[in-house]
């Protein structure tokens, strides 16, 4: 540093080196070092820099309470569309038509049973008539004796023998292939008892009646299928 210029009067640096210089020549003084060590600092650019104020704290969160509530009630919501529901009715009523009318039409075609054959259906009204014996006389359980037997050999036999006399009846069977022997032996049996009692009018009784209905069972059970 040249002195010459820094010893100028009104200078800065003279002012301030003077101190020091002082006092390594002279000696120390103690007012004049503070004085000198207060314009050094005074002199100094960061001598009056503000101090770097401290970092706020970070703010505290505000406390925040815990707030209960009910639990919400359940949502009733259907999980699917309108329109799948329309469909899957229609597809359910469809089925349910197409069952019915497979039903319907295999009633109508099943087969029918077939019907009762003359001569189950001779045995079951003799057996019926049986009840009778006591109620009828002789006479009218002849008639419902003979009427019986007569529309069974027309139905099993196919003779007309509704409207035939006994002496009638007994030539067509004695001509048709379909009675055997016996039937003819029974038949004629059976006829000659009716004709005693229906035209000869003889007394008859309850056993009479009897033995008629057991000689038209005894024919009807005879004859071949």
């Known amino acids: ?3 010459s210029r820094a010893f100028r ?10 101190p020091i210089l002082w006092l390594a020549f002279i000696g120390p003084m103690p007012g004049l070092v503070s004085t000198a060590c207060a314009a050094i600092t005074a002199k100094s650019p960061t001598a009056h820099a503000p101090a770097p104020a401290p970092a706020p704290a970070p703010a505290a969160p505000p406390s925040q309470e815990l707030e209960i509530r009910d639990i919400a009630p359940p ?27 497979l039903l319907i039409r295999w009633l109508r075609n099943r087969p029918l049973p077939p019907p009762p054959s003359a001569r189950a259906t001779a045995l079951k009204r003799l057996e019926t008539l049986r009840n009778d014996i006591q109620r009828l006389d002789a006479y009218s359980f002849s008639i419902a004796v ?8 027309t139905a099993h ?3 007309q023998a509704v409207h035939q006399t006994s002496s009638e009846f007994l030539a067509a069977a004695a001509h048709s292939d379909r009675f055997s022997e016996e039937d ?3 038949l004629a049996r059976f006829m000659a008892q009716c004709d005693l009692i229906q035209f000869a009018r003889i007394p008859a009784s309850e056993e009479d009646s009897r033995e008629l209905l057991s000689s038209a ?9």
Do not use: K
């Not at 999980?79 to 009318?101: E, Q």
């Not at 003979?146 to 050999?153: A, C, E, G, H, Q």
């Not at 069972?217 to 299928?225: D, G, K, N, S």
């Open 75 to 101: 949502v009733d919501a259907f999980p699917y569309p309108p329109w799948m529901i329309a469909a899957a009715a229609a597809f359910c009523a469809l089925v349910l038509a197409g069952l019915i009318w």
């Open 1 to 3: 540093m040249n002195l």
């Open 146 to 153: 003979s009427d019986i037997l007569r529309t069974f050999v």
């Open 157 to 159: 036999f196919g003779l």
């Open 184 to 186: 003819r032996s029974l």
């Open 217 to 225: 069972v005894a024919f009807v059970q005879a004859t071949r299928a």
């Open 9 to 18: 009067p009104g200078h800065a640096a003279a002012s301030s080196l003077l």
